[in-house]
């Protein structure tokens, strides 16, 4: 069974800067695209920034210029790095990843899975 491991979410202080990573593990085929969610209390699950197998690389407005997804892709690993941070960054941080699993159920296409959240907090 595939799974996800995230790690590096704390609290930081706003302008400063943070790692957040997740590695997908399990009997793994492919991995296509990778990304970050956040859901902040009280709002909606929004798409953060999300990368390509090949290193195609989307951001939401609210974070582009601050904000870098990257992969390493003999890690199976996505990683967010997050600068100059505001308190509205603070949220629940997802990583999903659609992945193409091996095993008794293989299919030719990827299902989406899911990491539990890592919660990162920015306040002074």
């Known amino acids: 069974q595939v799974h996800l491991v995230e790690s590096g979410g704390g609290l930081v202080q706003p302008g400063g800067s943070l790692t957040v990573s997740c590695a997908a593990h399990g009997n793994i085929i492919n991995i296509n695209a990778m990304g970050w969610y956040r859901q902040a209390p009280g709002k909606q699950r929004e798409l953060v920034a999300g990368i390509t197998s090949v290193g195609s690389t989307n951001y939401a407005d609210s974070v582009k210029g601050r904000f870098t997804i990257s992969r390493d892709n003999a890690k199976n690993t996505v990683y967010l790095q997050m600068n100059s941070l505001k308190p509205e960054d603070t949220a629940v941080y997802y990583c999903?990843?659609?992945?193409?699993?091996?095993?008794?159920?293989?299919?030719?296409?990827?299902?989406?899975?899911w990491g539990k959240g890592t919660l990162v907090t920015v306040s002074s």
């Open positions: 999903n990843a659609n992945v193409v699993a091996g095993g008794p159920i293989r299919r030719d296409y990827g299902l989406d899975y």
